[in-house]
């Protein structure tokens, strides 16, 4: 395939992806869009110029609207057809490729638009997935003999995140503050976080409402997920380490999770499956699946400290999941959980084996007994006022290329 949009050939958006996000054009006018290379697309008015009234389902301009929710709950049968058309509306010797009024009314630069959060969130839920990252955290906090807990191999742990925190690429963000208890001290402090962390993590968003009581099995679930997101889960580490026992994260997590503007959905995705790591002992039949589950999706991290060039610290990839998708679905519904749309389940961390694929601070330093150097010469233990975290992601195979961008979030000092 060819687009008669030019684009570079490193570009996350070909015309192999169709991503689908929310835009402000002319710094007025909100609607749903797609972008191919540096050029965004206005769907709203591509419907009213009538190049998607030939499918079926779609009767109405969903897209004229401040989130990708109503798109998406159409479901696959639909949304399939809307990418896979657009997909051809960008080829050469398309329609649409010799109508330039059309062209002029829908296309912009990417730098002529702002991107907004595209998802109204009704729910979100952190998983905790990554064996690597599970195992490390472990030793530091429990010691090497004791580094997975017993459950950790039996199914896919999670807790219910805070969903009003989640903001788009580009937002800032206070310090949050809150209790530690520093390891000398008798009793707990209160002030500004001090060990402030990013979670290098994907999401996946349901295209379907459930009723209580129902559940969707493995073999389902990837007719429930429209697309996935880059996601950074920021993370107080050491208000987190004070008030998790005995129910899990709570202000060490709730005051902010950073989402990239640009859903790919997993059909843009299909080229780059793989298996799933090895599951030992063998899991419960609600959680066995058939077929290739997880995707070679290459990920980085940097931090550009404030007036300063940026400094790649990780490199992971979302292959390494230990519990895939499709099962942190199943496990999360079947004890009847209704699921809305726009629901984002985030992978937790993806850290690889190697020291320079770990997904967060907490371990690239070792808790802070190991400083990362940046490339300006300063050191991090954490991340520090003023820093900017930016993760991007990409799969690539055979000359095909799909990717998210970027997702970048600032923080800003305690207010």
């Known amino acids: 395939m060819k687009s008669f949009i030019n684009y570079e050939s490193n570009s ?8 689908f996000g929310v835009a402000v054009f002319n710094q007025e006018y909100i609607a749903c869009c797609t972008r191919i290379g540096d050029t965004v697309l206005d769907l709203a008015t591509l419907y009213d110029y009538g190049y998607l009234d030939e499918i079926e389902g ?12 109503e798109f998406i709950e159409l479901g696959k049968p639909v949304t399939n057809v809307v990418r896979l058309h657009l997909q051809s509306l960008l080829q050469e ?47 530091m ?38 209790q530690m208890k520093p390891p000398t001290a008798e009793s707990p402090v209160f002030g500004p976080c001090k060990q402030l962390d990013f979670e290098l993590e994907i999401g996946f968003i349901v295209n379907k409402n459930t009723e209580m009581g129902d559940s969707i099995s493995t073999s389902e679930a990837e007719d429930a997920i429209f697309g996935l997101v880059l996601f950074n889960d920021w993370s107080a580490r050491d208000i987190q380490s004070w008030e998790y026992v005995p129910l899990g994260p709570f202000l060490g997590k709730n005051f902010c999770s950073t989402i990239s503007p ?35 999706i290459h990920l980085e991290v940097s931090v550009k400290p404030e007036n300063s060039t940026e400094s790649v610290i990780c490199k992971s990839n979302f292959k390494y999941m230990y519990w895939n998708m499709v099962q942190q679905l199943a496990h999360h519904t079947v004890n009847g959980c209704n699921v809305e749309v726009g629901d984002i389940y985030a992978s937790g961390t993806i850290s690889g084996k190697d020291k320079d694929s770990f997904g967060s601070m907490l ?34 195979k055979d000359g095909v290329r799909v990717g998210f961008g970027e997702v970048r979030g600032t923080v800003l000092p305690a207010k």
């Open 12 to 19: 996350d958006f070909s015309i192999h992806n169709i991503p």
């Open 93 to 139: 010797g398309s329609s649409l490729a010799a109508d330039e009024k059309t062209l002029e009314a829908i296309c912009y630069p990417i730098t002529e638009v702002q991107m907004l959060m595209p998802l109204h969130v009704p729910n979100y839920t952190d998983f905790y997935s990554s064996i690597e990252h599970a195992s490390n955290v472990g030793k």
């Open 363 to 396: 371990e690239l330093t070792w808790r802070g007994t190991e400083p990362l150097v940046l490339n300006d010469g300063s050191e991090r233990k954490f991340i520090e006022d003023g820093d900017t975290v930016i993760m991007r992601g990409h799969a690539e």
């Open 262 to 296: 640009w859903v790919v959905t997993l059909e843009a995705l299909e080229p780059f499956r793989m298996a799933t790591p090895a599951q030992e002992p063998e899991v419960m039949d609600y959680l066995k699946f058939d077929g290739q589950k997880n995707y070679d």
């Open 141 to 178: 906090f429990r010691g090497e003999d004791n580094a997975l807990l017993p459950n950790w191999k039996h199914l896919p742990v999670g807790y219910h995140g805070r969903a009003s925190s989640i903001v788009v690429s580009g937002a800032e963000f206070h310090r949050p503050k809150g």
């Open 58 to 69: 779609l009767e109405e301009n969903v897209f004229e609207a401040y989130t990708l929710n």
